[in-house]
C-alpha cells in the first residue's frame, strides 16, 4: 500500500504541476494515467463502475467525479483531483484541489480549510480513539472556519479493494464507532462546500455539484493507523 501511495502522490504531483488556464482535463489525465503506467502500476479509477477516466476532475461548485475531457480551465478556477493507483492488488487513494492561476480569497480559504480539516482527522488516526472521532475532527475544523460537509459522500476503509468497510462520514460523534486499532487503513476524504451540504448528480451520471452552486473543495489522503501514530501512505 505504501508503493501505490507513493505512485498516487507522484500522479497528483505531476496532475498539479500542469494545472494552467487553458490546459484540458484529458491532458490532466493522460499525464495521470502515464505516470502510473509507467510505474507499473493500474489506474484504480478507470472502469470502476464503467467511469472512463485516470482521475476525477471537479472544477468549482463540481464537488466529486466529474469526468475528465474537452473542458479547458480558466484563470480563476479551482479543480479538485482525485486519483488512484493499484500495486500488486493494494489500492492508493488521495484526492486535491489546485488553484488554477489567480484565485479569489474565497476559493484560497475554503482550500485552507479543506486541507486543515483533513490533517485534524488524520492526527486522530491512532490506536485507541474511535472512529468518528476522524469524523467529528473533520466537521469541527470545516464547519469551525464557517463551510458545510457534504453527507452523501464519505470517506472509507481501503486496501485490496478501493472502497471497504467501513464508511468514515466527515461527520459525527467524538467518542463514537469502532476502535481504531494498528494495521487498519482509512481514505479520509472531507468534501467541504463554501455553501450549503447539498449536493446533486448531473445527467452525466457521475458529476456530482453543489445544490446552490457553491465552491466546493477536496483533499484525501490514505492514512494507516500505526502504533507510532498516523501513518500517510499517499505521499512521495
Ligand atoms: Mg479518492
Ligand atoms: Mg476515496
Same mark, same amino acid.
Given at each position: 500500500?505504501? +508503493?501505490?501511495?507513493?505512485?498516487?502522490?507522484?500522479?497528483?504531483?505531476?496532475?498539479? @504541476?500542469?494545472?494552467?488556464?487553458?490546459?484540458?482535463?484529458?491532458?490532466?489525465?493522460?499525464?495521470? +494515467?502515464?505516470?502510473?503506467?509507467?510505474?507499473?502500476?493500474?489506474?484504480?479509477?478507470?472502469?470502476?463502475?464503467?467511469?472512463?477516466?485516470?482521475?476525477?476532475?471537479?472544477?468549482?461548485?463540481?464537488?466529486?467525479?466529474?469526468?475528465?475531457?474537452?473542458?479547458?480551465?480558466?484563470?480563476?478556477?479551482?479543480?479538485?483531483?482525485?486519483?488512484?493507483?493499484?500495486?500488486?492488488?493494494?489500492?492508493?487513494?488521495?484526492?486535491?484541489?489546485?488553484?488554477?492561476? +489567480?484565485?479569489?480569497?474565497?476559493?484560497?480559504? &475554503?482550500? @485552507?480549510?479543506?486541507?486543515?480539516? &483533513? +490533517?485534524?482527522?488524520?492526527? @486522530?488516526?491512532?490506536?485507541?480513539?474511535?472512529?468518528?472521532?476522524?469524523?467529528?475532527?473533520?466537521?469541527?475544523?470545516?464547519?469551525?472556519?464557517?463551510?458545510?460537509?457534504?453527507? *452523501?459522500?464519505?470517506?472509507?476503509?481501503?486496501?485490496?479493494?478501493?472502497?471497504?468497510?467501513?464508511?468514515?462520514?466527515?461527520?459525527?460523534?467524538?467518542?463514537?464507532?469502532?476502535? &481504531?486499532?494498528?494495521?487498519?487503513?482509512?481514505?479520509?476524504?472531507?468534501?467541504?462546500?463554501?455553501?450549503?451540504?447539498?449536493?446533486?448528480? &448531473?445527467?452525466?451520471?457521475?458529476?456530482?455539484?453543489?445544490?446552490?452552486?457553491?465552491?466546493?473543495?477536496?483533499?484525501?489522503?490514505?492514512?494507516?493507523?500505526?502504533?507510532?501514530?498516523?501513518?500517510?501512505?499517499?505521499? *512521495?
Amino acid at each position: 500500500m505504501r +508503493e501505490a501511495g507513493r505512485i498516487t502522490a507522484r500522479a497528483l504531483r505531476l496532475v498539479g @504541476e500542469a494545472v494552467v488556464p487553458g490546459v484540458t482535463t484529458a491532458e490532466l489525465n493522460r499525464i495521470a +494515467e502515464e505516470t502510473i503506467r509507467s510505474a507499473g502500476a493500474i489506474p484504480a479509477f478507470k472502469g470502476y463502475h464503467g467511469f472512463p477516466g485516470t482521475i476525477c476532475s471537479s472544477i468549482n461548485d463540481q464537488v466529486v467525479h466529474g469526468i475528465p475531457g474537452a473542458t479547458v480551465l480558466r484563470d480563476g478556477d479551482i479543480i479538485s483531483v482525485d486519483v488512484g493507483a493499484i500495486v500488486d492488488g493494494y489500492y492508493g487513494d488521495s484526492a486535491m484541489t489546485f488553484a488554477v492561476g +489567480e484565485i479569489g480569497q474565497a476559493a484560497r480559504s &475554503l482550500m @485552507e480549510a479543506t486541507r486543515h480539516a &483533513l +490533517e485534524a482527522g488524520i492526527a @486522530e488516526c491512532v490506536p485507541g480513539r474511535r472512529l468518528y472521532d476522524i469524523s467529528h475532527a473533520v466537521q469541527a475544523v470545516a464547519e469551525g472556519a464557517g463551510f458545510s460537509v457534504v453527507r *452523501e459522500y464519505v470517506g472509507h476503509g481501503i486496501g485490496r479493494s478501493m472502497h471497504e468497510d467501513p464508511q468514515l462520514p466527515n461527520f459525527g460523534a467524538a467518542g463514537q464507532g469502532p476502535t &481504531l486499532a494498528s494495521g487498519m487503513v482509512f481514505a479520509i476524504e472531507p468534501m467541504v462546500n463554501a455553501g450549503g451540504a447539498a449536493v446533486r448528480s &448531473l445527467d452525466d451520471g457521475w458529476t456530482v455539484v453543489t445544490e446552490d452552486g457553491s465552491l466546493s473543495v477536496h483533499f484525501e489522503h490514505t492514512v494507516a493507523v500505526t502504533d507510532d501514530g498516523p501513518f500517510v501512505l499517499t505521499l *512521495e
